[in-house]
């Protein structure tokens, strides 16, 4: 960790660096999985969905730097790499062979709602450890989460 005036304690900027971390590793894994299904989605409501899928990877983009410079802002170093994403990702693996709208949605929700409760779950941590700045952007990233699970999930009732 680098020098910080922060004036939380290091202890707690450690553990809340972790936290952040996977939360990373996920943004990352989340960003790539709607690219994913962006790229090959088909069927008859294909301009909708690639364009929403697109939605999200830009969202999941902004989660990522959310979470990567907060690392930084505590003293830490953001583990943003694509490899650190797959060794570190707590989210299943996309299915690398589907091309059905109705598939893709139900992965992508899938990977959605796991973001979304890692985001929550980290909001509690972080906030148990005195840190309401971070839990204050968690619960802005939960709450995208929360808009794109019901956003993709209209498209499957």
Do not use: C
Not at 125 to 136: I, M, N, S, Y
Request: proline share 2%; aromatic share 6%.
């Amino acid at each position: 960790m680098h020098k910080t005036n922060n004036d939380l304690p290091e202890k707690t900027r450690r553990a809340v660096i972790e936290i952040l971390n996977a939360r990373l590793a996920e943004s990352i894994d989340l960003m790539h999985q709607a690219k994913q299904a962006h790229w090959n989605v088909t069927g008859p409501n294909f301009i909708a969905l690639h364009k929403l899928f697109d939605e999200i990877v830009a969202a999941a983009e902004e989660y990522m730097d959310l979470v990567a410079e907060r690392v930084a802002a505590l003293g830490g170093i953001a583990r943003g790499t694509v490899q650190a994403a797959a060794k570190h990702s707590g989210l299943a693996a996309y299915p690398a062979d589907i091309t059905e709208a109705s598939e893709h949605l139900a992965a992508l929700s899938s990977a959605l709602a796991a973001y979304a409760a890692g985001a929550r779950r980290a909001i509690d941590e972080t906030d148990r450890l005195g840190d309401k700045v971070t839990a204050d952007i968690l619960t802005e990233i939960g709450r995208g989460a929360d808009k794109y699970l019901w956003l993709l999930e209209a498209h499957l009732r």
